[in-house]
């Protein structure tokens, strides 16, 4: 019997198919949802660590020329004119 609250198409459900299939394959070789990045900082502390902007402007940031990995979930784009600023929170204070 059809459950009347269904409301995918036999479209969808070949695609959900084909997935569920190609996830098994993945499964099979050991490499389903590979995770290989790693994060060197988090938000709050590289925030706290460069809050005295009056020390650093942007010519000394780049000149520090320091590069960090950050991981997250993006919750939210607040996009304004030309300029998109996005909102993101992970295992410790967001952004």
Do not use: C, W
């Not at 084909?18 to 938000?43: H, M, Q, S, W």
């Not at 020390?55 to 979930?73: T, Y």
């Amino acid at each position: 019997m059809t459950d009347p609250q269904d409301t995918t198409s036999p479209d969808e459900n070949h695609i959900i198919a084909e997935r569920r299939a190609k996830l098994a394959r993945l499964r099979e070789v050991g490499i389903a949802y590979p995770n290989d990045f790693r994060t060197d900082a988090f938000a709050g502390d590289i925030e706290r660590e460069y809050a005295d902007a009056e020390s650093f402007g942007q010519a000394q940031l780049e000149a520090l020329g320091r590069r960090v990995q950050v991981a997250g979930r993006l919750m939210a784009k607040r996009v304004m004119g030309v300029t998109a600023v996005p909102a993101a929170e992970h295992a410790r204070p967001s952004l």
